[in-house]
């Protein structure tokens, strides 16, 4: 067999094979064609990567980032939130609308290593011209949008919606009763933005149905899954009863160690985990990237296995991509993170700025994208 790369002496972790140990991972082109005992691979192989104290596993996803910098001071080149820091796919989340779609493609989609996915914003400019792009009902286009869609269909993976006091005004729950009828006429989910009232989530989750996305799921505001004794509303597990999905879309105002800890006693856990990075956050934090991301959840008691199903395999169902991402399994498309967990004291911040202090850190150390090798910075 000929193998242009062979990742060898890396523990490999892919949730979506079962595969956890010590494997070598074989590529030839852009595929996946061998996960095998070690050094038991012969033949030609023509490059060897050294993974020894380090995790192999499939891709990492980032479903919930901002990487169209048509939006003034938040998108940013996608490799920089992609290949750069181990992650082979991105979806931006509703950067874009109708109206600037084309334009996206050309800077976001084309001209990177990163695969780039896209929630359309069901707002005609998407985030280009503010941050308030449900306040005015007139900018929900249903046939442009549903036309756009047709045109992209490898892109366009589902609708987002902005449901916050400041981004809807006056506008209530009606933005997301018209991006839900356009998802499904389009057949797609929905990913829900949800922070301060209103509208109320209770209004928001009701309208929400199996496969759509709650991201923000854990913030720290008022109003958020847990009532005020801490205890999950009833339309949130109404919502996770129906397979709605939650994801922890980070951000710089929306993920809290307190909140988070509380789900969790109430046996509540993420579908994903997504960072909403933007040029801020990311620049200056608390998110800075997706491993750190993933360290937070390390840091919070999470097992490293579970936290890699979150930003591999579960975003992948999310965007109905499973068959060709977020696995190792033969024959895909040779898409693989190398991680190291490095021992080194980290103060890690929430979006409360709440501290957390840690002895460990998963740092990117490559990204494999499509069988092109990309060292991580
Ligand atoms: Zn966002």
């Given at each position: 067999m000929k193998i242009d790369v062979l990742i060898e002496h890396g523990t490999v972790i892919d949730p979506s094979t079962g595969h956890s140990g010590k494997y070598d991972v074989a590529i030839t082109g852009d595929r996946i064609v061998g996960i095998l005992e070690p050094g038991t691979v012969g033949g030609d192989i023509q490059r060897r990567v050294n993974a020894e104290g380090c995790l192999v596993t499939p891709g990492l996803i980032d479903i919930h980032a901002h990487i169209f910098e048509a939006v003034p001071q938040m998108g940013v080149k996608p490799d920089n939130f992609g290949v750069d820091q181990g992650v082979t796919t991105i979806a931006d989340a509703g950067s874009s609308g109708e109206q600037n779609f084309h334009d996206f493609v050309e800077r976001s989609v084309k001209q990177n290593a990163t695969e780039v996915l896209a929630w359309l914003n069901i707002s005609s400019p998407g985030l280009v011209e503010g941050?308030?792009?449900?306040?005015?009902?007139?900018?929900?286009v249903v046939e442009s949008t549903l036309a756009r869609i047709a045109e992209y269909p490898e892109t366009i993976i589902g609708i987002k919606a902005r449901m916050s006091g400041s981004v809807v005004k006056g506008s209530g729950i009606s933005p997301l009763a018209v991006a839900k009828s356009v998802a499904r006429r389009a057949e797609l989910p929905v990913m829900v933005h949800i922070g301060n009232a209103p509208p109320k989530l209770q209004d928001v989750l009701d309208l929400m149905e199996e496969g759509d996305v709650l991201t923000h799921a854990f913030h720290g505001k008022p109003g958020g899954i847990l009532d005020e004794h801490g205890q999950l509303i009833p339309q949130a597990q109404r919502a996770l009863d129906r397979g709605v999905r939650f994801d922890v879309g980070h951000g710089s105002a929306s993920f809290s160690f307190a909140t988070m800890n509380r789900a969790r006693e109430l046996g509540i856990t993420p579908y994903s985990i997504s960072t909403d990075l933007y040029l801020v956050n990311w620049l200056n934090g608390p998110v800075y990237s997706l491993t750190t991301t993933m360290t937070k959840f390390l840091a919070l008691g999470y097992s490293i296995d579970q936290i890699i199903e979150w930003t591999t395999a579960a975003p992948a169902r999310i965007l109905r991509k499973s068959d060709d991402i977020g696995t190792l399994k033969v024959g895909t498309i040779a898409d693989i993170s190398i991680l190291k967990i490095v021992d080194q004291p980290v103060e890690l911040i929430d979006s409360e700025n709440e501290k957390l202090s840690y002895n460990k850190l998963i740092q990117a150390q490559y990204t494999m994208k499509s069988g092109e090798l990309y060292t991580c910075k």
């Open positions: 941050r308030s792009e449900l306040a005015d009902l007139n900018r929900l």
